[in-house]
Structure formats: structure tokens, C-alpha cells
């Protein structure tokens, strides 16, 4: 089974999103210190150049971007997030240009970036395809898509229940979708993909499964 699980805002979607910009750190606070964090410092190492992040979240990446870098661009759409954010920047002391703005509209020259980083991001994007559409447009050519991003389980098992609890899923966690195929669609993108399978320890085991690595356009 593919993703084909729509995401309709309620009422109830709203008003729990402010809700989750707040306790987002705390979920994810056992799987930070259980090794995802390590993942964080460990890919963003390879960041070079001018560097665009997307869905930035509340800035859990902040404190591995490696110094020296030509320009950093955060790109977030929701404004509780945005908010956390600017208090990790100021926390470390980083500069970067915060942005608002979804994954799938990126406010940047066609070109004009060296290195992507997406974490925890294309699971959540409404339209895929088209953010790795962008993702491309904005690239230099040779330019890298960085990524940490839970998948769909290789185990028939573990995706049958990804498919199962999609849906409650998709409103607890604000259109994160657990059984989103997403190495296919960087493939099917035009992407050369480099990417390494790992399990994200202190999270749920429906997104538990990881595909941590490099893409190139």
C-alpha cells in the first residue's frame, strides 16, 4: 500500500497545533538522547556552502550546522514552531535567516543553494512530489539534499500496521505520514539516493524505521 491518506484539517487539527509546537521537544526528548540527536551531528557535518533547511521545526538541528557556512536559510510555516526556533538560534548563538514558508514554495532563486537539509520533513509535506520538485529547483547543480526521514517498514508486518494507524496518526503527530514510501519518491524525483537504514530508538515503532543519507539531483 501506497500513501494515499489524505489530510483534511479539523477543528480539532487547529486547535492542537499550538498545542504540539509546545510539547514537540518533550516527544521527542527520548529518541534525541537515544541517538537521534547523534544522527542530527553526524549528517549535518557533510553541510556545505549555502544551506537551506526545511520544516525547521523548533531548531533541533540548530546545534549541529558546523561553522563557517556561506548562508543558512530556516524555512518553517508554522508560527509556534518559528517562535522555538528563534529561541535556539539566540541559545547558540547562530545566525540564520528564519522564513516563513512551506516546504513545497521555497522563497529562493532557482539554483541558489548548495545543500538542502530536510529531518523529519517529508513524511509531513502535503504534496511530495512537488517539494522535491522544489527541492531541485533551488539546488545548484551538484548541489546535496541532506535527510533523516522515518519510512515506510520494509517488514510487511510492521508496514501493514503503518497502514493500519495512518490515519489517527496523521492528526496526532499535525500530517506526519508514518507509511510514506519516501525513497521511492526521491527516486522517482530524478534523485541519486545514498542512504543508510536505521531505527529510531525511543520513538513509536510505526515510525521507527529510518532512511538516513544523501540525495543528488
Not at 26 to 42: C, H, Q, V
Not at 154 to 159: E, I, M
Not at 162 to 169: C, G, M, N, T, V
Amino acid at each position: 500500500m501506497t500513501d494515499t491518506t489524505e489530510y483534511r484539517v479539523s477543528r480539532a487539527d487547529v486547535l492542537w497545533r499550538p498545542v504540539f509546537a509546545l510539547v514537540y521537544d518533550p516527544l521527542l526528548w527520548l529518541g534525541e538522547i537515544a541517538g537521534m540527536s547523534r544522527r542530527r551531528r553526524m549528517l549535518l557535518r557533510s553541510a556545505r556552502g549555502r544551506v537551506a533547511e526545511i520544516g525547521a521545526g523548533t531548531g533541533l538541528n540548530v546545534a549541529h550546522y558546523p561553522d563557517g557556512l556561506a548562508d543558512l536559510v530556516l524555512s518553517e510555516p508554522d508560527a509556534g514552531m518559528r517562535r522555538r526556533l528563534a529561541r535556539q538560534l539566540a541559545r547558540h548563538g547562530r545566525v540564520a535567516r528564519v522564513v516563513d514558508s512551506a516546504a513545497e514554495s521555497l522563497p529562493l532563486a532557482d539554483g541558489s543553494v548548495d545543500t538542502v537539509v530536510s529531518t523529519l520533513v517529508l513524511c509531513t509535506v502535503d504534496d511530495p512530489e512537488r517539494t522535491l520538485a522544489e527541492i531541485a529547483r533551488v539546488l545548484r547543480p551538484g548541489g546535496q539534499l541532506l535527510f533523516i526521514e522515518h519510512v515506510r517498514a520494509r517488514s510487511p508486518r510492521l508496514a501493514a500496521w503503518q497502514d493500519r494507524l495512518a490515519r489517527p496518526w496523521l492528526h496526532f503527530a499535525a500530517g506526519c505520514r508514518c507509511n510514506r514510501a519516501t525513497l521511492d519518491l526521491l527516486r522517482a524525483g530524478g534523485f541519486t539516493v545514498s542512504a543508510d537504514d536505521a531505527v529510531w530508538r525511543g520513538a513509536p515503532p510505526i515510525v521507527g524505521p529510518l532512511a538516513v543519507g544523501r540525495a543528488i539531483r
